[in-house]
């Protein structure tokens, strides 16, 4: 692992051995073991450091179903939280065959968070009707990582092209009002050591502030994981070594995800 600048942008540069796979943004390469007629033992794969922090995303915590009738058609809206298009093929598959007898299964996700995949289907609909109207709902309340699915019960009566627009993203809209949303944020994964003496003092100091005690271990000295905000990191590295008279000892593991309700 090294790294270098290029035109102000820092880039590392991983080894990594052939005949093996990688995954990177929620996809996985397989890589070759051959290149023509030449044996390549490592190839250098380059990654801009801020392509590798994780980056705040809002999303549902849950799926969510609504159904309304237009006109004697029955509409029924899922949200879906998904994080591949495996997920988005399971989930269509599982809706396909829950209605099964269904006039129209139309769908829109979003995958991804800074650079995100979209796509849309008007399921048999007439083109533009279905599918791309849903997708504005998904891109107007700025959620992704989440799938919508419309079932439609046909019930006689045509909408026409702005009518089954309407319908179809008002029905979707409904569902996301509804559905659990959360702002999926960044925090960082600590890991401090204190004397017994401190602990104490470490509870009282982490009531109403941003950390998440995970774990606590003890033996001769007390190891606490938690989670807290990457902009916070710094001044409670500040507390707990003051806390400590400098005995406190603190490390960033990684970083995850904490979803944080709306």
Not at 136 to 155: K, P
Not at 193 to 199: D, K, L, Q
Not at 219 to 241: M, N, Q, Y
Request: hydrophobic share 40%; net charge neutral; proline share 5%.
């Amino acid at each position: 692992l090294t790294g270098f600048c290029v035109g102000g942008e820092f880039f590392t540069m991983f080894a990594i051995p052939l005949d093996s796979q990688i995954s990177y943004r929620n996809s996985v390469f397989l890589l070759p073991n051959k290149w023509s007629i030449i044996k390549i033992y490592h190839l250098l794969i380059l990654f801009r450091i801020e392509d590798l922090m994780l980056t705040p995303y809002s999303s549902p915590v849950a799926s969510c179903r609504t159904q309304m009738e237009i006109k004697k058609s029955l509409f029924i809206a899922d949200i879906i939280p998904v994080h591949t298009t495996d997920d988005v093929e399971s989930a269509l598959a599982a809706i396909k065959k829950e209605f099964k007898d269904a006039t129209h299964h139309c769908y829109a996700y979003r995958l991804g968070t800074t650079q995100i995949a979209e796509k849309s289907s008007d399921g048999g609909e007439p083109s533009g009707t279905a599918g791309h109207p849903m997708l504005h709902v998904l891109q107007g309340n700025e959620l992704t990582n989440v799938l919508g699915i419309v079932t439609r019960y046909f019930g006689g009566i045509k909408l026409g092209a702005g009518g089954l627009a309407r319908a179809y993203a008002g029905s979707l809209a409904d569902t996301v009002k509804a559905a659990p949303l959360a702002r999926y944020t960044p925090h960082n994964r600590m890991e401090l050591t204190i004397p017994y003496s401190a602990v104490g003092s470490f509870e009282h100091y982490v009531e109403g502030t941003d950390i998440r005690v995970l774990d606590r271990a003890f033996s001769d000295k007390v190891k606490i994981s938690f989670l807290c905000l990457p902009e916070k990191a710094e001044e409670h590295a500040r507390v707990f070594t003051d806390m400590t008279a400098g005995k406190a000892q603190i490390e960033k593991i990684g970083e995850e995800y904490v979803p944080i309700r709306k």
